[in-house]
């Protein structure tokens, strides 16, 4: 319609200006020729001409617009309405409950009688398309437990609740699966289920647990425990593993410190060292060198005995031996600073930091970091368990000369676990 409304106001512009035309040369000669007249009104038909065509490429142009904006608004429309996840099997001796299969809806699982489920009971579907949990199966039950192995929606009906009447006790149904509250109010009935249960069933009695465990996996975002989620009927806990206490937010797993509380069993001639998870009792031991002996100064300190004038070979060993022990979560992030020498004093003129050695090759690195400091760096990570050394030599020189090397030693412990 504004493209309609353009296109006349434009023509009766046009024609007023061909009208001006016409009317000047009418004010300058009395009597205008007749090939004026028709020069005038051939530019304004010329005029008229372009205009329409412009007219029409614009409302093509418009058209094919609202043509994109109404495909791609059906596209979204189309992909959010067909947005479920594929229809789940029901095992083999059992049945699926549930018929709606979009996001955020859930199906549940029953068995035969004689049968039971192994596997999580209840499903959802996930943003991601596809269903939490694994499918599960309906195993046969061997002897006397095939008489409750599962229950349909008719198991807690009123008609089965048991009675008094006949000799032998019919056996309580499983803790997943209780009766549920149903109101009834002007002909229309409200069903609801305890906290951490779900209606399960198409007459809507029978209420069944919600594995939380199933639909939060281990190792997804989201998860509930850091370790191990075990499902309960109505809820669920979580454990850790051994070495580790429940932490307070009842999901993490804390490190228990064996050593501080006195809980090794290290002897007094060992030192005890607390890993996560655990602890290990070390033995520190000074080395024997063929000519150079030294003494143990601290637990975890040796140093070198005065050497004889002019021996060479004694003054090259280290003057002293530091062991130092460091516990470490598995897979731990890299490249990360683990520990720093420095030099408390300086006697020559150049300080000289490295590896001298271990069986971490690869995984360490040691950087200068200050004048009389030098760091050691992890620099790949470390898949536990598994125990690593570094071996960080600092060297004094003066104009070239050795005065002194001082070897740190530092044992990494690592966990089998990431926390």
Not at 33 to 41: E, F, P, Q, V, W
Not at 265 to 283: L, Y
Request: glycine share 8%; charged share 15%.
């Amino acid at each position: 319609m504004e493209y309609l409304l353009s296109w006349r106001c434009t023509t009766f512009i046009i024609l007023m200006m061909g009208l001006h035309l016409v009317t000047m040369s009418s004010a300058q000669q009395e009597c205008p020729s007749t090939i004026d007249l028709l020069n005038s009104l051939r530019q304004v038909e010329k005029m008229l001409v372009v205009h329409e065509a412009s007219y029409q490429h614009g409302l093509r142009a418009l058209r094919k617009k609202i043509g994109a904006l109404h495909n791609s608004t059906m596209a979204i429309f189309n992909s959010g309405r067909n947005a479920t996840c594929p229809k789940p099997e029901a095992p083999p001796h059992g049945r699926r409950l549930g018929r709606v299969f979009g996001i955020g809806h859930e199906v549940h699982f029953l068995c035969k009688p004689g049968y039971e489920l192994i596997g999580p009971r209840t499903r959802a579907c996930l943003e991601s398309l596809k269903w939490s949990g694994q499918p599960p199966m309906c195993r046969r039950l061997n002897g006397s437990n095939s008489s409750m192995a599962s229950f349909s929606s008719a198991a807690l009906s009123a008609s089965s609740l048991p009675t008094h009447s006949s000799a032998s006790a019919t056996a309580p149904p499983p803790a997943s699966i209780r009766p549920s509250h149903c109101t009834h109010f002007l002909g229309s009935t409200r069903c609801t289920c305890d906290v951490g249960f779900t209606i399960s069933g198409r007459d809507n009695n029978v209420c069944t647990d919600i594995d939380e465990c199933s639909l939060f996996p281990l190792g997804q975002p989201g998860r509930l425990c850091v370790h191990q989620c075990v499902n309960t009927p109505g809820s669920f806990h979580c454990v850790c593993p051994a070495g580790y206490s429940l932490a307070r937010d009842a999901r993490s797993c804390s490190d228990i410190d064996e050593c501080e509380n006195g809980m090794h069993n290290c002897p007094a001639e060992q030192t005890c060292v607390n890993t996560f998870g655990g602890f290990q009792c070390v033995t520190v031991e000074c080395p024997h060198m063929k000519n150079a002996t030294y003494i143990k100064t601290s637990p975890m300190r040796c140093e070198r005995n005065p050497c004889v004038v002019a021996d060479a070979a004694c003054t090259q060993a280290p003057n002293s031996i530091t062991f130092h022990f460091l516990a470490m979560v598995s897979n731990m992030s890299a490249p990360r600073d683990l520990f720093r020498v420095s030099a408390a004093r300086v006697l020559g003129d150049t300080l000289r930091f490295g590896l001298a050695g271990g069986h971490g090759r690869g995984y360490f690195s040691v950087q200068r970091t200050g004048r009389q400091t030098g760091t050691l760096l992890l620099v790949r990570s470390i898949k536990g368990p598994a125990a690593l050394e570094a071996e960080v030599e600092m060297s004094e020189l003066q104009q070239g000369t050795l005065l002194g090397r001082y070897v740190t030693k530092v044992s990494l412990l690592v966990s089998a676990y990431d926390f």
